[in-house]
């Protein structure tokens, strides 16, 4: 099973994705490690790994469809059987997610539906729920909306900051990430005629 990544920025999702598929004996590799930003830390560690880099600066792109292009193409030249976004930081055309329909994974750093978007650790403290927690989708045209694979939950502390509840969240991102790459890459993931998700072996 042939993974590509894509990430903006720390990559510590795309980390934890390469090491869950190493734990295993499974046949499945990140394949490339595709970055919309120069900059992203991500990189340095794929490359210190070996594993291949492409660089699609969004910045040089006048229009989200040239960008979307772009990426398509660096992204096919890989094969993959599924692109993780992990970290990445642009929203996606139609087009794009209708050609990797079936085959586009996120991370959400919220309990779908509650809070899409950005500033979800503020959100929830704003909202004063006492559980927060992550959400791995199929990616649908609708932002931070599509078929949810799996989640996780941690309990919201007295006193916690957006900066606490991000660090205790992302730990279990790295997790329930790392889960659902090994569920995807032992071909137990499947969307039903409803488009929900069903995966095998786990109850
Ligand atoms: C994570 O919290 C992820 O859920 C969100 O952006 C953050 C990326 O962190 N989409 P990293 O780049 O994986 O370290």
Redesign the pocket.
Known sequence: CRFVVL?S??????RAIVQALRDRVLPAEVCAVVSSSPDAA?LDWAREQGIATVVVPHRNYASRELFDQALAQAIEAYRPDYVLL??FMRVLTTGFVERFNGRLVN???SLLPSFPGLHTHQQALAMGVQWHG?TVHFVTPVLDHGPIIAQGVVPVLAGDTPADL?ERL?CL?HQVYGEVARWLAEGRVTLDAMQRVQVRGVA
Request: glycine letters at 18%; one cysteine or more; a neutral charge.
């Open positions: 990430v920025g720390r990559g510590s999702n795309m991500a992990a970290g991370i959400h750093p992550c991000a992302l991102e």
